[in-house]
């Protein structure tokens, strides 16, 4: 959602340039069409997302399938795509445990794939 909303800014911000409607929407390749779109999900996800900001702050390294887990216990019947949307656009991923994006016996400098660890010598 947030990539429409960018293209919608950079229309209005080529307009601002004495580019016509026509023009800038055709350049950015932008349906005309979605310039007046005024999105109404905010409004009607804000109770489930007061929901899940409660969720997250007793339950900081849980997942999105996880909170979508509790509320469903807790009789609230959501879908887990919608937990799912909600949760990318408010939330970013727990931070990684140090040295876990290394692996456990890669150091630095080390490479990357194993393919690359072989060598010609000659």
Not at 52 to 58: M, T
Not at 101 to 110: F, K, N, S
């Amino acid at each position: 959602m947030e990539r429409v909303a960018v293209r919608r800014a950079q229309v209005r911000y080529a307009m601002t340039r004495r580019l016509s409607c026509r023009r800038a929407c055709g350049l950015l390749r932008v349906a005309r069409s979605a310039l007046g779109y005024a999105a109404r999900r905010p409004e009607r996800d804000a109770a489930l997302v007061a929901k899940l900001q409660r969720l997250a702050a007793a339950h900081p390294r849980y997942g999105y399938r996880r909170m979508w887990a509790l509320l469903r216990r807790r009789g609230l019947a959501v879908n887990a795509k919608r937990v799912h949307r909600l949760w990318r656009g408010n939330w970013s991923h727990p931070a990684a445990a140090p040295g876990a994006a290394e692996g456990p016996d890669r150091g630095a400098g080390a490479p990357a794939r194993r393919s690359a660890q072989r060598r010609v010598d000659l």
